[in-house]
């Protein structure tokens, strides 16, 4: 049973019992972190560096650099890992200059970098924009010929990858754009059995700014006096206005059933305290929106804070590397009427045990793309994925004169030139 009105005087018992056991006892030190236990734990320090080799293309900047120098916020939304992916690759150990020796080849072209005032990306152009720089590879190089991209990765972090639309039915409708189908996709939407996911994908946690998430961090003895934490829309009334739509009716279940529930502290206002509140607190409500990821999920684990995923067969970032059902609660969407049940049900010692394992550095890096790169953070995940891939399989080289893909499939809109 959901907790529809004000806190019972059992239930605000409860919460001071469970609140003073975790202020003393749920505080993770450094002599407390758990090291992630088997080959995940292995993987998620891994160096990639000798182990591929990555060719990046030399785009007009039309395609790129002019893009960001029209409009600075794309370095600082969470599509931003394009470009960041872009600069890591520059400089990094694995760039080869001589593409008869590369194992990858990277294709440097920002399709999120068009925003509206309010800062959301408009998806009318990228298919456009995606088709002209692949255009532009495939008569300059060979080496997209040859594989139709079977041996070419792009970073599509638009909410439903590549299929370039915010919302799940029209994107859906669209599909992946048909010049990728052979390449590898590397987005931050990942969910099980979608259209929107080829099989091959690697998903990774969307961009948070890593300087500005590490000024915030609060001496690690602070207490954890907070049950659950959440800041963001319950409701999307400009795109969904008859709701129900918006985050699968998710998000508004939790702000309907849990608003007057002493064990949330929930709203829509994003005080400047946000990221220490997420440091104070025991569980961080990671719901879906309009799709099913949100930085909410990098700042919880970094923060220590255990998420609390509620986004079903959601595939989560480097899901080959990080135990997520060893640091994270799965909550199904149909489930969220128990939610407060469901996480004052959890033993203290699992909760401790989650809490070592988010402490681990090594969790905490994989999910942030600092400038410059560091050992073990997100490029190199990224890079340990695609070396993972590798060798590639015989039919990924076509037979002279075969073709696979239709460049001529597609919407009219997508098909106009760029």
């Not at 799940?168 to 987005?187: C, D, H, N, S």
Request: hydrophobic share 40%; aromatic share 12%; net charge neutral.
């Amino acid at each position: 049973m959901g907790g529809t009105g004000s806190a019972t005087a059992a239930q605000a018992l409860a919460l001071a019992a469970l609140l003073l056991a975790c202020s003393g006892v749920a505080v993770v030190t450094a002599q407390d972190i758990e090291r992630i236990q088997g080959s995940a734990g292995d993987v998620l320090e891994d160096d990639p560096v000798g182990r591929l080799k990555v060719y990046v293309y030399e785009l007009p900047p039309k395609y790129n650099k002019n893009v960001v120098a029209k409009d600075s916020r794309c370095l600082s939304h969470m599509f931003a890992t394009e470009i960041f992916m872009h600069r890591f690759l520059l400089a990094s150990a694995v760039r080869t200059l001589n593409p008869d020796e590369a194992d990858w080849f990277y294709t440097p072209v920002y399709t999120t970098c068009d925003l509206t005032p309010w800062g959301h990306p408009l998806t009318v152009k990228s298919p456009r924009m995606m088709r002209s720089a692949i255009q532009y590879v495939s008569k300059r190089w060979p080496y997209w010929n040859r594989t139709e991209g079977a041996d070419h990765f792009f970073v599509t972090p638009h909410d439903f990858g590549a299929c370039f639309y915010f919302q799940e039915e029209k994107a859906i409708q669209r599909g992946v754009l048909p010049v990728l189908r052979r390449a590898t996709l590397v987005q931050t939407f990942g969910q099980k059995n979608h259209v929107c996911l080829r099989e091959g994908s690697i998903t990774i946690p969307p961009y948070a700014p890593p300087h500005k998430i590490r000024a915030h961090i609060v001496p690690p003895e602070t207490p954890r006096s907070i049950f659950v934490y959440f800041r963001g829309l319950f409701y999307d009334t400009a795109n969904d206005p008859e709701g129900g739509y918006y985050a699968r009716g998710a998000r508004a279940s939790v702000w309907e059933n849990f608003k007057n529930n002493a064990l949330f502290d929930i709203s829509t206002e994003h005080p400047p305290t946000y990221y220490e509140d997420m440091q104070r607190a025991i569980f961080c409500l990671c719901p879906l929106g309009w799709a099913p990821w949100s930085p909410r999920l990098v700042e919880a684990v970094v923060f220590g804070c255990i998420p609390v995923i509620i986004a079903d067969d959601i595939v989560l970032p480097f899901a080959d590397a990080i135990p997520w059902e060893e640091i994270a609660v799965f909550v199904p969407e149909d489930d969220v009427l128990r939610l407060d049940t469901i996480l004052t049900s959890i033993p203290m010692d699992e909760i401790l045990r989650k809490q070592r394992l988010l402490a681990n550095p090594s969790m905490k890096q994989a999910m942030l793309f600092p400038q410059p790169a560091e050992p073990r953070d997100a490029f190199h995940q990224v890079l340990n994925g695609l070396a993972r891939k590798l060798p590639h399989a015989k039919d990924v080289f076509l037979k002279p004169g075969q073709k696979v893909l239709n460049w001529t499939e597609g919407t009219q809109d997508d098909l106009k030139p760029w």
